[in-house]
């Protein structure tokens, strides 16, 4: 039976999401998981595909992997998350057909990127955004691998303030390597006035125009959701996402305590007589 799961973890510890040797990654932690439990053998026997790849630090709430396994009932997220680190769990299960593929059978895919923001002018940020949606040659925003097309279809960017930070979705059907952090890195130049329309305009003409971007950091990048449409019946683990929302829970305290630790450590004002 081929079995398909959503999983979420807190990137922040790991070296991106695909194995690799030597170093500490999610799919490497799914692997032992995985194995331990004898659900799977080894990935490549499983034929275990994950729905893309997500860098060092960057974290996620949807991601989708899929695996072959004759243990369906073991094949559950309480069952897996007893051989898991806190930082990553599994929450929702499907059933899947035999020749189901996470990366090629998905609709489009949702990230959102969280950042300070910085005193920038929300109606230039949605006047970038309606430029950047639709159907676009992205190779400025991306690091370019030869013979891929940079060509990608934007079905929509939403930004709104919470506080003092933007929450930045964007859905696509694909995203090249970089390309949403690079995104951001736009827009905030936009929308600080530092660059204008016209300039990103250019920008998606790489044919006549081309200029290198820096990538916003990768720990305010989340990869929200896959979508499938119809065509896979997940199955939530109520057990599941209440542990694991106790566990962002005291994760939140903890980094709520630390930001006030640190803010103890700058410089503070003088004062006045």
Known sequence: ???????????????GSQVQPGVSTIEGKIFEALQSLEIIEDPSSARFV?????????HAMGQVVAFDTDKPKLAIPRVINSKLPGDIWAWSRAEVDSDFHPRRYAINRTYRYITPSMDADISKLRAACSILEGSHDFANFCFRDTGRSTIRRIEKIDVRLAGN???????????????????????????????DLDWLENMLDPASYEEGIKPAKPYGLILTNVN?????????????????????EEYLVYHQVLAEVMDQFLPKEPKAE
């Open 1 to 15: 039976m081929r079995v398909a799961l959503k999983i979420a973890y807190i990137g922040s510890s790991y070296r």
């Open 165 to 195: 930070l933007l929450r930045i979705d964007i859905t696509a059907n694909s995203f090249l390597w970089k390309m949403i952090r690079k995104i951001v890195t736009v827009l905030l130049l936009v929308g600080s006035g530092a660059r």
């Open 50 to 58: 994950s729905s893309g790849r997500t860098d060092t630090g960057v």
């Open 228 to 248: 499938y449409g119809d065509s896979v019946q997940w199955v939530d683990d109520g057990y599941s996402m209440r542990r694991s929302r106790e566990r962002i």
